[in-house]
T-cell receptor, first 113, second 114 residues
């Protein structure tokens, strides 16, 4: 079955601390992997995506993610978190020729000053 | 360039009614998809359209339907509303049906069913 697991429902970090959000996926075909961020009452904004090639991908707002095929993981990282990063983060997996994405349940990030 | 526009922003309906939500994609985008977001079920795919053709459909009952017009604008309809249909409905668009094309999301329509 195709699925995405985000094991951390809620994470709290101090501003300036490093961050890692976990994502594991189960997908039969070659996965296209995404991280999206959602602020309250807003739609989703794409942070970064992985299709092929270099397994370390850079995104917007200083985020990066590493694809590890052997672990079926696509963890999101940021070396120094800013208060404005507080939001909900979603990992998603899809295929090349469809808009149908399978989303994880999300991780809510809280940032303390 | 204007983003994905969804109307209305908020909607309140009662059980048994029907509702139509509208989505205007980014100019030039021909692919539109819809998602339902609820606290319990998270984000779930509803359908996707490309050039007025439904390409894919999620696992929702037949009460949920949609269509795309020749100008790429899309509507989704939910008939015989149930309390569980209360959700944020998100529309997304992109230029072509290719995975490496960025998917842009609207801010959604918040539907409350009383």
């Amino acid at each position: 079955a195709q699925s995405v697991t985000q094991p951390d429902i809620h994470i709290t970090v101090s501003e300036g601390a490093s961050l890692e959000l976990r994502c594991n996926y189960s997908y039969g075909a070659t996965p296209y992997l995404f991280w999206y961020v959602q602020s309250p009452g807003q739609g989703l904004q794409l942070l970064l995506k992985y299709f092929s090639g270099d397994t370390l991908v850079q995104g917007i707002k200083g985020f990066e993610a590493e694809f590890k095929r052997s672990q079926s993981s696509f963890n999101l990282r940021k070396p120094s978190v800013h208060w404005s990063d507080a939001a909900e983060y979603f990992c998603a997996v899809g295929a090349s020729n469809t808009d149908k994405l399978i989303f994880g349940t999300g991780t809510r990030l809280q940032v303390f000053p | 360039k204007a983003g994905v526009t969804q109307t209305p922003r908020y909607l309140i309906k009662t059980r048994g009614q029907q509702v139509t939500l509208s989505c205007s994609p980014i100019s030039g985008h021909r692919s539109v998809s819809w998602y339902q977001q609820t606290p319990g079920q998270g984000l779930q795919f509803l359908f996707e359209y490309f050039s007025e053709t439904q390409r894919n459909k999620g696992n929702f009952p037949g009460r949920f339907s949609g269509r795309q017009f020749s100008n790429s604008r899309s509507e989704m309809n939910v008939s015989t509303l149930e309390l569980g249909d209360s959700a944020l409905y998100l529309c997304a668009s992109r230029a072509r049906m290719r995975g490496n094309e960025k998917l842009f999301f609207g801010s959604g329509t918040q539907l409350s069913v009383l």
